[in-house]
């Protein structure tokens, strides 16, 4: 996969922006989940985001996580990212198929419903940061933009799209989201928004070959952007037998016990990538002998 983020400022770190191509990364999460087309867009803005936000963590072990949580077919969407821009998510209904809006985009909202946006992250201090707001559209990027100028005071633009093809592969997916130093004179501010104002969607810049350093010209026209960072991304899964192990043993002893006499082999899958673990009855013997 070659999926990538750019990072780029104005001269006078005025500005910063991450770009993130994320075509590879999106498809492989459809291939772990199928997900219908509705649903990968909404888990492919959504990792999209994630993505752009674990890199611009600092720390070597901050973790991040998003997730949604709404009334709509949908129900969850979560993602966590890391501070190398490994990313992994899933959906809490991976079939759902509801009609497309009237403008013939695949109704993300729709999917999700109305509830909340939680961001999660754990910096490794004593207690991880958590900020949850109340969605302000459930298409993902409005409500990122809300959370960021709300919960973290930082105003920015965030844009996200994924367009799926005919055969429900990923044609395109990518991003960005731009932030504004509490430094930035007025007049960059007035020529981002005339940037942005005539800015197509990400889907279409995408689609017409324009590519992460294209963007970047365009969002960011007549203020010397400068491209300081290209950051390669991956979906990424770090489950193991072991952790999955662990997750088996908090289930409590009764339950064990009761596998046990159950006599047969437990199937256990991970969440972000459907790998399958089998425990046979001496694995459970030995996981409730551990106890
Ligand atoms: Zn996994």
Do not use: W
Not at 233 to 238: F, L, R, S, V
């Amino acid at each position: 996969m070659n999926d990538f983020i750019l990072r780029a400022t104005d001269q006078d770190n005025h500005i910063r922006m991450f770009v993130a191509e994320t075509k590879g990364l999106v498809e492989q999460a459809r291939n772990y989940h199928t997900t219908s087309p509705v649903a990968t867009a909404a888990l492919g803005r959504l990792l999209t985001a994630g993505t752009m936000m674990g890199a611009m963590m600092k720390g070597d072990k901050d973790l991040l996580t998003l997730h949604m949580s709404g009334d709509g077919p949908i129900k969850t969407v979560l993602v966590t990212a890391d501070s190398n821009a490994n990313v992994k998510g899933y959906v809490g209904n991976n079939l759902i198929d509801i009609p497309l809006k009237e403008n013939g985009k695949l109704d993300v909202s729709g999917a999700v419903g109305k509830g909340t946006l939680t961001v999660i992250k754990d910096l490794g201090m004593k207690e991880p940061y958590n900020g949850t707001i109340e969605l302000v559209s459930g298409e993902v990027a409005d409500d990122l933009t809300y959370y960021f100028a709300s919960s973290e005071q930082t105003p920015s633009v965030v844009a996200l799209g994924v367009l799926v093809d005919v055969d429900y592969s990923v044609k395109q997916s990518g991003g960005f989201i731009l932030q504004l130093m509490p430094s930035c004179p007025e007049e960059k501010i007035q020529q981002i928004e005339k940037n942005l104002s005539v800015l197509p969607s990400v889907t279409n810049m995408l689609e017409n070959g324009l590519g992460a350093d294209g963007i970047v010209a365009l969002v960011m026209k007549d203020l010397n952007p400068v491209i300081r960072e290209k950051i390669s991304t991956d979906y990424h899964c770090d489950c193991s037998k072991e952790k999955v192990e662990k997750a088996l043993m908090t289930i409590g002893k009764k339950e064990l016990k009761q596998l046990i006499v159950d006599g047969e082999t437990v199937d256990m899958s991970c969440h972000f990538c459907n790998t399958h673990y089998e425990f046979s009855i001496i694995d459970v013997q030995n996981i409730l002998n551990s106890l």
